[in-house]
């Protein structure tokens, strides 16, 4: 069963739920050749069929060789490979195993991107242009005086115009400690008009929860669980509960690798999973459409845009849709290879930046064993 959680004042001290707030173009350090035999062949189970690596095109040698570089970096946590739908490689490190819940930091804004589009299709929500203020107003209406303008469409693409800045660890923990997040981020002034401009803000995201929880009559961990997990297979995952009552919307679910692929793979799919149609496949579409220009680079990944709540870019001539969390947790597929890739990290290590860069040289050791 999934799990809500009360925020730890010492855990956050350390946090940002930022993935790619900001560019950050330092040279990667490649982790050192692995001395050690790491096991990753993936076995069936807990909703998954598995597949050799040879049957699905990989260079078992390349693939071999990826997995056995992560042991030695010593962030590394899970790496989970899925290849036309079927579990290809997984491994854990550093004593993490399949049945451990882990961090997935803003991840978590592109789940709360597919709990929208499944509540826009079930009439919970009337269109993505539907202003914030129809869910806000009864308890926050002083403060939308000049947020009038912001629509549903605005917090998903990150173009709200709220003033923020999240470049800095503070900027996030300010907001995520205090003792209403919901007005900590609706007090803030505007920078620019709704729609202007792309600006990184894991407190408007926060938002979308508040949203879906007004909008189903139910908490977004609750209305996750029934019309999400529980149709993919996924029995436990833990939600992080706000001092305003209000789950984490920005960064607040932890989840195993092996589920948090499921996740991957139903974007992939376009909203499918094991000929169910979970979540409408024209949103999916939207979903990985370009809406703002947003440019960040991991190492040989080019981010250009972001769709809703997710990154798009290219890698090695490639279409790629990224999920990213702080600290280097991703969910990357290539849609044209019938890939998806989940990587997750230590994100409290105080090597964030370099250990993304990292994680993402490490999936494309995989993607070289696949292209």
Known sequence: MFKVRFHLLWLALFLSACGGGSSDNTAPTPPPPASTNVIWQATSGNGWQSSTAEAENFNRTILDQAFQSGENLPSLYAMVVVRNGLLVGEAYYHGKTSADLLQTRSITKTVMMLLIGKAISQGHIQSIEQPISDFLEEDYAALLTDKA?????????????????????????????????????????????????????????????????????????????????????????????????????????????????????????????????????????????????????????????????????????????????????????????????????????????????????????????AL
């Open 149 to 369: 303008d912001i629509r549903i469409r605005h917090l998903l693409t990150m173009t709200s115009g709220i003033s923020w800045d999240e470049s800095t660890t503070a900027g996030y923990n300010n907001w995520v400690l205090s003792e209403d997040p919901t007005r900590y981020v609706l007090q803030r002034a505007m920078s620019s008009a709704a729609g202007a401009s792309f600006n990184y803000n894991s407190a408007a995201v926060h938002l979308l929860s508040v949203i879906v929880q007004k909008a189903t009559a139910m908490p977004t961990s609750d209305y996750a669980q029934q019309e999400l997990f529980s149709p993919l297979g996924i029995n436990s995952a833990e939600w992080e509960l706000l001092k305003d009552g209000y789950i984490n919307g920005g960064a607040g679910l932890t989840i195993s690798a092996r589920d948090l692929a499921k996740i991957g793979l139903l974007i992939q799919q376009q909203g499918q999973w094991q000929q169910q149609q979970l979540v409408p496949a024209n949103w999916l579409q939207l979903a990985a459409s370009p809406h703002t220009t947003a440019r960040n680079q991991l190492a040989n990944l080019n981010l250009s845009n972001y769709g809703y709540l997710w990154w798009l870019g290219s890698l090695s001539g490639q279409q790629a849709q990224l999920a990213w969390g702080f600290g280097g947790q991703f969910i990357l597929t290539l849609p044209e290879k019938n890939l998806t890739l989940v990587l997750l990290q230590n994100h409290s290590s105080g090597t964030s930046s370099q250990q993304q860069q990292q994680g993402m040289q490490l999936l494309q050791q995989i993607l070289t064993s």
